[in-house]
């Protein structure tokens, strides 16, 4: 396995430049990594979560090849439009060397062709569409996609739970939870042989609050089961409206329900439920994830969510590929990343395949008496 050695400047100050604050002169010499992440709007709190762990990674380890890691960040305000604009600034005004992010598929496939043209590799942190890395050279990732995370939940829904008949509530103006829901039932009509399987499918969208015309029609099929892939705050609303109207089938969701937040707003109505996610907090799986862990309580005084480790764990990456580059040259950083294999991350091992995305397990939790528990660890067949 490979790591980077702790370097004894280990605790210096975070390098960080925020494109919408007036920063100090960079050094010349410094090699600039983009953060191309939502830190306001409907997906602020997972951008953070990411930043936090791109920051605690960089002052870790600040320096590589003997120069200094500039962080430039930029708030692509959970928004394509903006996304797209943030990735003008840090190709064509910042001229960063190399990209991470963003929280959102949609989001990420927004800057995707700006990346591209510029010819600066981008590592998706938390992005799980097949479509973020699917005929752009130049992107990649350090978690798993979603035809595998799909296909986790409903294998979970068919053998554990023992359903037979599920509802799916879309987040329709979400990429990653219209992608998500597809998976999820392509697989689940398999397990069953019956295309009927799913009794229902209701849609909303981003920013909505009312959901009791949803759950009411699906609340007559009397599904075993209902899977709802969508952001955090809008999930955790549902299965609590779902819960005061009576509907006792278990919720499944996804790794963007892996958030504090999530249990912030669903309280007790969110006992129970599973999610599929990147990292455990409480079944550390190598060294790595016992340093992060111990590092980020450490520096921030609460625990980290997934995402943070995947932060963590796309900056390393990224440093890994500079090293063995021996150049912090665009073109030759994303030639050393297709080729990075059994990189040890905090989240897993990284082997970066043909098609820029990487090979990980699946991890299953559920919510239980207030705090995600660990369930267990799904493999890729």
């Not at 600034?89 to 960063?96: A, G, P, Y």
């Not at 295309?195 to 009791?212: I, L, M, R």
């Amino acid at each position: 396995m490979k790591t980077l050695p702790l370097l004894a400047s280990a605790f210096t100050a975070v390098s960080l430049s925020l494109v919408s604050a007036v920063a100090p002169a960079a050094d010349a010499k410094a090699i600039k990594i983009g953060v191309f992440e939502p830190l306001t709007g409907a997906n602020g709190a997972g951008g953070a979560e990411e930043v936090d762990g791109i920051k605690l990674a960089n002052k870790l380890y600040p320096e590589v090849l003997g120069a200094k890691v500039e962080l430039v960040i930029v708030d692509n305000k959970s928004d394509k439009v903006e996304a797209a604009n943030a990735a003008t600034v840090l190709t064509q005004r910042e001229k960063v060397n190399a990209v991470l992010g963003s929280w959102g598929s949609s989001l990420s496939m927004a800057g995707g062709p700006i990346f591209a043209e510029a010819r600066i590799p981008a590592v998706a942190v938390s992005a799980t569409n097949p479509m973020v890395t699917r005929g752009n050279d130049w992107y990649f990732r350090v978690c798993f996609l979603d035809p595998f995370q799909g296909t986790v939940g409903a294998t979970y829904a068919f053998n554990a739970l023992k359903a037979r008949k599920v509802a799916i509530i879309r987040e329709i103006s979400n990429d990653y939870s219209v992608g998500l829901a597809k998976f999820f039932v392509d697989e689940f009509v398999k397990l069953t042989g019956d295309p009927k399987s799913v009794v229902a499918t209701s849609d909303y969208n981003t920013g909505d609050q009312d959901f009791t015309a949803q759950l009411t029609n699906i609340k007559k099929f009397e599904p075993d089961a209902i899977f709802a892939p969508g952001n955090y705050t809008e999930s955790a609303l549902i299965v609590k409206q779902a819960r005061a109207l009576g509907i006792k089938a278990p919720f499944l969701g996804g790794d963007t329900w892996d958030m504090e937040e999530f249990l912030q707003v669903g309280g007790a109505a969110v006992e129970g439920v599973v999610i599929s996610t990147f990292f455990a907090n409480d079944v550390p799986i190598n060294k790595t994830s016992e340093a992060f862990l111990k590092a980020y309580r450490d520096e921030y005084r609460k625990e980290p969510s997934a995402f943070s480790a995947l932060g963590y764990d796309g900056y390393l990456v990224i440093l890994d590929a500079i090293r063995r580059a021996n150049s912090a040259e665009p073109q030759k950083i994303r030639e050393a990343l297709t080729q990075t294999r059994d990189f040890e991350g905090s989240a897993g091992s990284i082997t970066i395949n043909a098609e820029r995305n990487a090979d990980k397990a699946a991890v299953l939790k559920t919510v239980k008496g207030g705090k995600f528990v660990f369930l267990t660890t799904v493999k890729p067949q």
